[in-house]
Nanobody, 123 residues
Framework: VQLQASGGGLVQPGGSLRLSCAASGSISKINVMGWYRQAPGKQREQVAFITSGGGTNYADSMKGRFTISRENAKNTVYLQMNSLKPEDTAVYYC??????????????????WGKGTQVTVSS
């Protein structure tokens, strides 16, 4: 499975960005897609996930500001980020895996990772 992310960039505080990630290859191996992020000097953290059936899970700090969605026909997942803050500055990684039965089963060990895309929130 290959994951190609796009949409990162520089945005002012309070602004919005939308990240996209297209999956290709052995798509049958995945039914969960999502995003992690890693800020400079910090540990990688979960952002949001979505199943092929539309079930979602968000990190608490992203709830209400970030929205994850997907187009199954295009094998593409999106992350709409609103009200961005400087602390959202990070490299965002698209990830994919099979459903493990519960969201708590996902740690920093997703089966497939894309190359990161940089998001910088700064005035």
């Amino acid at each position: 499975v290959q994951l190609q992310a796009s949409g990162g960039g520089l945005v002012q505080p309070g602004g919005s960005l939308r990240l996209s990630c297209a999956a290709s290859g052995s798509i049958s191996k995945i039914n969960v897609m999502g995003w992690y992020r890693q800020a400079p000097g910090k540990q990688r953290e979960q952002v949001a996930f979505i199943t092929s059936g539309g079930g979602t899970n968000y990190a608490d700090s992203m709830k209400g500001r970030f929205t994850i969605s997907r187009e199954n026909a295009k094998n593409t997942v999106y992350l709409q980020m609103n009200s961005l803050k400087p602390e959202d500055t990070a490299v965002y990684y698209c990830v994919a895996d099979q459903w493990r039965g519960s969201w708590s089963q996902y740690r920093d060990d997703m089966a497939y990772w894309g190359k990161g895309t940089q998001v910088t929130v700064s005035s």
